[in-house]
Nanobody, 120 residues
Framework: QVQIVESGGGLVQPGGSLRLSCTVVGDIFTVAAWGWYRQVPGNQRDMVATTIGLSDIVYADSVKGRFTMTRDNAKTVSLQMNGLKPEDTAVYYC???????????????WGRGTQVTVSS
């Protein structure tokens, strides 16, 4: 059983920083593709950052220069969020795809999300 677990959300003042973490729980080898998405109630889920290949990362225009996604190890990625704005308030979801396991590849796994609230 493979699960995705996010952590690190919370309440922060405008201009502040948060670091989100996403871990794959289970007996896996590697994850080919990672992504961070966010969703405000009533709106669609939007891409924040996603990996392209082994080393490239693409960011949404709204977060470029403020957010940084990193692969910490084979099972964990992080999203460092600096210069947070009220419009960054959302539930942040981690996505993992093409997860290599002993039982074969696992596709399209989502975490349950972590709330980020930016408010004074």
């Amino acid at each position: 059983q493979v699960q995705i677990v996010e952590s690190g959300g919370g309440l922060v003042q405008p201009g502040g920083s948060l670091r989100l973490s996403c871990t794959v729980v289970g007996d896996i080898f590697t994850v080919a593709a990672w992504g961070w998405y966010r969703q405000v109630p009533g709106n669609q889920r939007d891409m924040v950052a996603t990996t392209i290949g082994l080393s490239d990362i693409v960011y949404a225009d709204s977060v470029k220069g403020r957010f940084t996604m990193t692969r910490d190890n084979a099972k964990t990625v992080s999203l460092q969020m600096n210069g947070l704005k009220p419009e960054d308030t959302a539930v942040y979801y981690c996505h993992a795809d093409r997860i290599a396991t002993m039982s074969g590849p696992v596709h399209d796994k989502w975490g349950r999300g972590t709330q980020v609230t930016v408010s004074s």
